[in-house]
């Protein structure tokens, strides 16, 4: 379970107020991590982080420890909350196998991933430094993933999940990921370069030095249809915790859909009075939604995860619906050219050309399918002069009545690779006179799927 899922969970009642009977003692606590940030750390992790990389997060152990992040997942290990004893138990379970407990021993976590067109980002690498030997962290992978073999990247001890992916030791640090993205790592921590990050997450790092956590996604380079950039950080202590997330659309009026989402998603009751410190604005393409809770534990946990519960479900659904704007668009221009081609015919011999099948053949499930030159090679998606250039999320289709007097175009998608389909239909009639009907609504079953 993620720190944001444990405070959504704790939000809904998952933890009693105050410290739990039974609790874990906790280690002394460092220097508030807001209000008077300690010195950098060296901050190994970040070695592995290639020059080129698009995202990068990263989070400090010690500030982690001296946050009240660190008090919800002590009282989360000390409760008996019915909904988080899967969690506990398998979590439990990882500590006894490898005889210490990751949240205790971490100093510091980078993940990085390069861009990737079209789905935007490559599968992360994880870098790990711990209180002890990365060989301990290895180890206690090996035990704890059945399946799991040994082996060596660039020469080192490791170990070959059942996924493919693989944990090796590199010098300080135990990393993980795909087999050619960590021998990379491990040469770049080999070689001893102090680390040379891209300038958004430098900045972002230098800016926020006292932040428990910090990510930043650069996609300016491509990968997504609304995002261009973003920034989260997540400063913390025992008083009070600070979020403040700044998103770059590509375009304002991206920029603006956005903040109208958000500002819809504030102005409820329930919201209002569960975010009292949440505040959002936007300046040109950037919105900024900034949220501080303050008070005990439980205050600090119950806003957070009010945000975390609501942000998430708003961003995807936001997300979703910026997606199913090309399927309207390509949809709508699919009818007119279908029915300025009929209209172009002698009103005698007027009739809908033959069905065109669904382009791509297969609906793309979860990401972009990418163009060939057959896709669109069908006589009549020649006729109408149709095609798309672009990586699409959407397989389109013309269905033609047998007497060619109707058709139905449609768009068929499935944006979170559930199995559960959205279409988006259009019906063009010709009517007897010879003219042509096609509404202004389209047909929309599952928008957001």
């Known amino acids: ?116 067109a079209p789905d935007g980002l490559e599968r992360p690498v994880l870098a790990v430094a711990l209180d002890r030997p990365p060989a301990a962290a290895v180890a206690c992978i090996e035990s704890f993933f059945e399946g799991a073999t040994r082996t060596s990247v660039a020469g080192a001890p490791a170990v070959r999940l059942p996924s493919g992916a693989v944990a090796a030791s590199a010098g300080r640090l135990m990393l993980v990921g795909a087999e050619p993205a960590v021998a990379q790592a491990a040469a770049r921590v080999a070689s001893g370069a102090p680390a040379s990050l891209p300038p958004r997450a430098a900045g972002a790092l230098a800016e926020r030095r006292g932040a428990v956590l910090v990510a930043v996604v650069d996609l300016a380079a491509g990968g997504d249809d609304v995002v261009e950039s973003a920034t989260v950080a997540l ?32 102005k409820q009751p329930a919201v209002a009075q569960g975010l009292p410190g949440v505040r959002a604005t936007k300046e040109g393409r950037r919105l900024t939604v900034e949220v501080r809770a303050d008070g005990d534990v439980a205050t600090q946990a119950a806003t957070l995860g009010t945000l975390a519960a609501l942000g998430v479900h708003g961003v995807r659904k936001y997300l979703a619906s910026a997606k ?11 009818a007119t050219l279908l029915a300025a081609h009929v209209l172009s015919m002698p009103p005698a011999k007027r009739r809908m050309p ?24 069908h006589p009549t998606w020649k006729a109408l002069r149709f095609d798309v250039r672009e990586p699409s999320y959407y397989s389109y289709e013309i269905l033609t009545a047998k007497d060619g007097r109707s058709a139905v175009v449609r768009a068929t998608g499935d944006l979170d690779a559930d199995g559960v389909f959205s279409r988006f239909s259009l019906p063009v009639t010709l009517k007897k006179d010879g003219s042509i009907d096609v509404p202004q609504e389209l047909q929309i079953e599952n928008e957001l799927e």
């Not at 660190?70 to 979590?91: I, T």
């Not at 199913?324 to 699919?334: G, L, M, P, Q």
């Not at 065109?356 to 060939?372: E, R, Y």
Request: proline share 10%; glycine share 4%; hydrophobic share 45%.
């Open 1 to 116: 379970m993620s720190l944001i899922a444990t405070l959504a969970a704790l939000s809904c009642g998952g933890a009693p107020a105050g410290k739990p009977a039974g609790a874990p003692p906790r280690p002394a606590a460092a220097a508030p991590a807001v209000d008077a940030p300690p010195p950098a750390p060296e901050r190994p992790a970040l070695a592995a982080i290639p020059d080129d990389a698009a995202s990068v997060v990263y989070l400090s152990g010690e500030r982690l420890r001296a946050s009240s992040v660190y008090e919800v997942y002590r009282q989360v290990m000390a409760s008996d909350v019915p909904e988080l004893r899967g969690f506990r138990a398998s979590w439990k379970e990882l500590i006894q196998r490898c005889g210490f407990d990751p949240v205790e021993v971490v100093q510091e976590i980078a993940v990085s991933a390069r861009a990737s």
């Open 235 to 266: 400063e913390s202590d025992a008083a009070h915790t600070a979020l403040r997330a700044e998103v770059d659309a590509r375009t304002e009026a991206l920029a603006s859909d956005m903040a109208a989402t958000v500002d819809a998603i504030l």
């Open 324 to 334: 199913a704007a090309e399927a309207k668009t390509n949809v709508s221009s699919i």
């Open 354 to 377: 033959a069905s065109a099948p669904p382009t791509p053949s297969a609906v793309p499930s979860g990401t972009k399918h990418i163009p060939t030159e057959q896709d669109w090679s």
